[in-house]
């Protein structure tokens, strides 16, 4: 299986501030790769697919970058609304796993 | 409006069975493989449960394998999930998701439904 390890598990930062997300995997994953954000109380969200392309809807201060086992999610410009936890998920093989999470807090 | 809504959770004693229902609507369910992932309480998200459009292919997580049956019904426009031999860990807000860009990916959720394991 592989493993996804994501840091920080917590961040706190101001609203305006460029805030990036790490995603490291135990093994190769390719581009294989997603982001969701899970805001408190809610169904996750997707946000980025295949590393770096943005899912419907999602605005562009969301991107993501690298490939292999070495994965950015960065937000430009944190807004009070993109509180909440963020997750990365592989699909390069089964069982497709999960991050243990990021959360980000204002 | 295209959503998802799961339903049947409930209070179940340990080794106790459940079966979870999703109904979709606003969309064709017959387009795309379906899944189910869960979250135990305060803690992050499992992939449990993946089937393809026709029920040809499907893949469980080992924590549920031999436990757990996924099936759909097209014509229904629903998904299902028969939960048996339910352990304390069992746990947590099961979601129903559909799967988009290339059937590998989460992009619609339901808003879950709690199943709760315990004596």
């Known amino acids: 299986e592989i493993v996804l390890t994501q840091s920080p598990a917590t961040v706190s930062v101001s609203p305006g501030e460029r805030v990036p997300l790490s995603c490291r995997a135990s093994q190769s994953v390719n581009n294989y790769l997603a982001w969701y954000q899970q805001k408190p109380g809610q169904a996750p969200r997707l946000l980025i697919y295949?590393?770096?392309n943005r899912a419907t809807g999602i605005p562009d201060r969301f991107s993501g970058s690298g490939s292999g086992t070495d994965f950015t999610l960065t937000i430009s410009r944190l807004e009070p609304e993109d509180v909440g936890a963020y997750y990365c998920?592989?699909?390069?093989?089964?069982?497709?796993?999960f991050g243990q999470g990021t959360k980000v807090e204002i | 409006e295209v959503q998802l809504v799961e339903s049947g959770g409930v209070l179940v004693q340990p080794g106790g069975s459940l079966t979870l229902s999703c109904a979709a609507s606003g969309f064709s369910i017959s387009l795309h493989s379906m899944n189910w992932v869960r979250q135990a309480p305060g803690k992050g998200l499992e992939w449990i449960s993946y089937i393809t459009t026709g029920g040809g292919t499907i893949y469980y997580a080992d924590s549920v394998k031999g436990r757990f049956t996924i099936s759909r019904d097209n014509a229904k426009n629903s998904l299902s999930l028969q939960m048996n031999s339910l352990r304390d860990e069992d746990t947590g807000v099961y979601f129903c998701v559909r799967a988009l860009y290339g059937d590998f990916y989460f992009d619609l959720w339901g808003q879950g439904t709690l199943v709760t394991v315990s004596s």
């Open positions: 998920q592989q699909r390069y093989t089964w069982p497709w796993t």
């Open positions: 295949d590393a770096s």
